[in-house]
């Protein structure tokens, strides 16, 4: 992943005029400048992020009017430097600090869990509901797919995570809305300061798109079973539930600026988008979202990856990293847990006693067996949920190895573990049982 670089006295001048929108220049010297990026360089009064090229060769890509400067049109035999600018600094102390991604505030950015479903497979979720872990889904006139997109066989230009989400509109056009709702205590901390905000969109057929910051100003983790309440006409966003707001941003470093987001012209290319805002102090709860402003077709799809929230204004886009595998499935497991391997659906059925991670328990007699105790990886953010499955995919039943499905409920739960419990007639020779289960605690 580059990160910031910089030189010494890296002075030299533009090799032919270019435009206010060309991201390819020549310099005429590139020997003093860093081997390659990211580096920043001053052309007049416009900052631009060098992305391609370096002292090996005076053809660079850049990224034009960064850190909030103007692109503007620039004469041959421009001055070059190589400058430590606010925002190269704030990337600086966020690449020391941040080696893997630990200062994102979002979870799952790397889009690697999606635990309800098959994850490569388009899954319809309902509305109001979660496809990929953490990421709310809902949209107009329903009929809305997830899938997780795997990068590995062919990379994309435009981000650099293997896995991104595909959000597809299905059977009828409409609005679509995805959001990441986060517990008061994250929220109470982040009162009255500044986050940026950002991440990678692309669609199948070019669409405006917006980027915010949703808000509840009601009863903390209390967040309302329906979030948009009408749809509205192309341009409008969707009218809220009471007490759900739009935070409007200060600053858009790609994108532009509106009233409650950050519009951004999504195309069949990945783009990056974000800026700043400022979390409002009656914010008890708050969500970073995706919508898109107007109608999506049927059978088109919204394409997210990379997204983040970070603390503090870096004066510009910040260079995404993910977490360490672990921390994103920690993080999503506070809200989602399951004893099926990651990328099990829920209900996969196994051949008796092959299934990775079963409950097991033992039978008391032909009729009841000994309550099982089950503890999460994890603390659940509220009692959870709790759904257990026969390890041939039937769900309120365990299985013996007579393969003899047996009544099965949880019971007892609580935040950190839960209870199996129940009975059957059927008589069985071995005393000897397993099965799955799931736990959800999801706003």
């Known amino acids: 992943?580059?990160?910031?670089?910089?030189?010494?006295?890296?002075?030299?001048?533009?090799?032919?005029?270019?435009?206010?929108?060309?991201?390819?220049?020549?310099?005429?010297?590139?020997?003093?400048?860093?081997?390659?990026?990211?580096?920043?360089?001053?052309?007049?009064?416009?900052?631009?992020?060098?992305?391609?090229?370096?002292?090996?060769?005076?053809?660079?890509?850049?990224?034009?009017?960064?850190?909030?400067?103007?692109?503007?049109?620039?004469?041959n035999g421009a001055v070059v430097a190589n400058v430590l600018t606010a925002g190269a600094l704030a990337q600086t102390l966020l690449d020391y600090?941040?080696?893997?991604?630990?200062?994102n505030l979002l979870h799952n950015s790397s889009f690697l869990l999606a635990q309800r479903q098959t994850p490569g497979t388009l899954t319809t979720v309902?509305?109001?509901?979660?496809?990929?872990?953490?990421?709310?889904?809902?949209?107009?006139?329903?009929?809305?797919?997830?899938?997780?997109?795997?990068?590995?066989?062919a990379r994309e230009a435009g981000i650099t995570s293997r896995y991104y989400g595909q959000f597809e509109k299905i059977t009828s056009g409409g609005k679509v809305f995805v959001a990441q709702p986060h517990e008061s205590h994250v929220s109470f901390a982040y009162s009255n300061r500044v986050v940026t905000i950002q991440t990678a969109l692309k669609v199948d057929s070019?669409?405006?798109?917006?980027?915010?910051?949703?808000?509840?100003?009601?009863?903390?983790?209390?967040?309302?079973?329906?979030?948009?309440?009408?749809?509205?006409?192309?341009?409008?966003?969707?009218?809220?539930?009471?007490?759900?707001?739009?935070?409007?941003?200060?600053?858009?470093?790609?994108?532009?600026t509106a009233t409650g987001a950050i519009q951004c012209s999504a195309t069949t290319s990945w783009q990056t988008f974000g800026g700043t805002w400022t979390v409002p102090n009656t914010a008890n709860n708050f969500a970073v979202a995706v919508?898109?402003?107007?109608?999506?077709?049927?059978?088109?799809?919204?394409?997210i990856a990379q997204p983040a929230m970070y603390l503090g204004d870096f004066n510009g886009l910040i260079t995404w990293v993910p977490k360490p595998?672990?921390?994103?499935?920690?993080?999503?497991?506070?809200?989602?847990e399951k004893n099926y391997q990651l990328d099990d659906a829920p209900g996969t059925s196994y051949t008796i006693f092959t299934a990775p991670g079963c409950q097991r328990g033992r039978l008391l007699d032909a009729f009841f067996f000994e309550g099982t105790n089950c503890h999460?990886?994890?603390?659940?953010?509220?009692t959870p949920t709790v759904k257990v499955y026969s390890t041939d995919g039937t769900i309120d039943k365990?299985?013996?190895?007579d393969n003899n499905n047996r009544d099965a409920v949880a019971s007892t739960a609580g935040e950190n573990k839960f209870l199996i419990v129940g009975n059957n007639s059927l008589v069985g020779s071995s005393p000897h049982i397993e099965g799955m289960w799931t736990a959800d605690a999801e706003f």
């Open 1 to 75: 992943m580059p990160t910031e670089k910089y030189t010494n006295l890296a002075v030299t001048s533009l090799n032919g005029s270019i435009n206010n929108s060309t991201t390819s220049i020549t310099v005429a010297t590139a020997t003093l400048f860093p081997s390659g990026p990211n580096f920043r360089i001053v052309v007049d009064t416009e900052v631009m992020l060098v992305t391609a090229g370096g002292s090996g060769t005076t053809s660079w890509t850049v990224v034009r009017g960064y850190e909030g400067s103007t692109a503007a049109s620039h004469a």
């Open 97 to 103: 600090a941040n080696p893997m991604g630990s200062a």
């Open 126 to 153: 309902a509305t109001d509901k979660y496809g990929a872990d953490r990421f709310r889904m809902s949209a107009e006139n329903a009929s809305f797919q997830y899938r997780r997109v795997d990068t590995a066989g």
């Open 206 to 256: 070019a669409a405006t798109l917006n980027l915010g910051l949703i808000y509840w100003t009601s009863t903390s983790d209390s967040l309302p079973a329906t979030w948009v309440t009408t749809w509205n006409s192309s341009g409008t966003h969707p009218t809220l539930a009471t007490n759900l707001a739009y935070a409007n941003p200060i600053t858009a470093y790609s994108g532009s």
């Open 291 to 303: 919508w898109s402003n107007a109608s999506v077709s049927a059978a088109d799809a919204v394409y």
């Open 325 to 336: 595998v672990d921390k994103e499935v920690n993080d999503c497991q506070r809200f989602y």
């Open 376 to 382: 999460f990886a994890t603390r659940k953010r509220t």
């Open 398 to 401: 365990l299985r013996d190895n």
